[in-house]
Every structure is written in structure tokens, then in C-alpha cells.
């Protein structure tokens, strides 16, 4: 297994992996309902939109199985908010669920930390859903929770929590 820098031509297989993993980490967070509704082609329109218009220091990486199978992706670049004092931020982390706790998601989490650190970033942050058991992962890797919102999917009212490093 390995980790490598995605293309466009990756945009199909990484909304199925985007898919796939939301309906199984979000499975008693998010509605059935809303979750039902995902599809890989809605995803891929996203994803390729995404591919079309990446800042120069915006990346995306993939993990691949020996046979050359995308089974997760990160994706990352400059900050979105201006809450917070972090530069760089992780958009998004995904693994397919047989592939978790295998070292890829560190992999995937440490290729996003030096791209941003590379294009000059001092400071990351993410968002993610405080009932996701990522959460964990995050602090383990050093992130400290520096804030929350209530977010809206579908019909679901949400707390995120806002994650971040100081230094990379």
C-alpha cells in the first residue's frame, strides 16, 4: 500500500471512496435518509470540479492497495476560515472502513501536514463532526480542540469541532 499524489483521472474512484466512507462513519450520526441519498455521481461532479480549479497549493493524495485500488484520499490547502490563526487547513480524510487502522489514515494525514508545510504553511486546522470517531485519531496526532459550530446536513443538526495545530 501506498500514497501518492492524485489526478484527475482518480475522480471517480475517489467519490466512491468518499461515499462509501460516509456511509459507514456517519452510520448513527447522519440520518439513514441523507445518507441514502449520496451517490458517486453527485460526488464525482464535485470532485472533478475540484480538480479543474485547485490553487497552486491546494493538494489531493490518494492510498492505493497493492493492486492499484484507491481505497482513501486527503486533501488539503490554504485555510478556509479566518476564526482561527491556523494558515493551512486539512479538508478531508477518507478510508474505506477495511482499510482503517492500518497506518494509511497517518499516511494519508502526514502527506496533506508536509504539503502544507512545503508551500510555507506554519499552522493546520479541520473540521470535523464531534461524534465521529476520527476524533481520536486527530488527538493523537497532536491536534488540540480550538472551537466548535452547530452545522446543518440534511436534516441533522450537528456539532463540529474545529481541530488544530499551532505548529506542523
Not at 449520496?38 to 470540479?49: D, I, M, N, P, Q
Not at 493538494?59 to 490563526?85: L, M, Q
Amino acid at each position: 500500500m501506498y500514497i501518492r499524489e492524485a489526478c484527475i483521472e482518480d475522480a471517480e474512484k475517489i467519490a466512491k471512496v468518499h461515499v462509501d466512507s460516509w456511509k459507514s462513519t456517519y452510520q448513527g450520526i447522519i440520518s439513514e435518509y441523507y445518507l441514502s441519498s449520496l451517490s458517486v455521481e453527485k460526488r464525482l461532479k464535485s470532485w472533478l470540479w475540484t480538480f479543474e480549479n485547485l490553487e497552486i497549493h491546494q493538494k489531493i493524495f490518494v492510498a492505493e492497495d497493492t493492486p492499484g485500488n484507491i481505497v482513501g484520499f486527503s486533501s488539503g490547502g490554504r485555510s478556509r476560515n479566518n476564526e482561527f490563526k491556523h494558515d493551512g487547513e486539512l479538508y478531508a480524510i477518507y478510508l474505506l472502513k477495511d482499510y482503517q487502522r492500518l497506518g494509511l489514515g497517518k499516511m494519508l494525514f502526514t502527506s496533506i501536514v508536509r504539503s502544507l508545510k512545503d508551500s510555507g504553511y506554519s499552522a493546520m486546522m479541520l473540521w470535523v463532526l464531534k461524534d465521529n470517531p476520527s476524533v481520536e485519531f486527530y488527538k493523537l496526532q497532536g491536534g488540540q480542540i480550538i472551537g466548535q459550530k452547530e452545522i446543518t446536513i440534511g436534516s441533522d443538526r450537528l456539532i463540529e469541532l474545529a481541530i488544530g495545530w499551532d505548529r506542523m
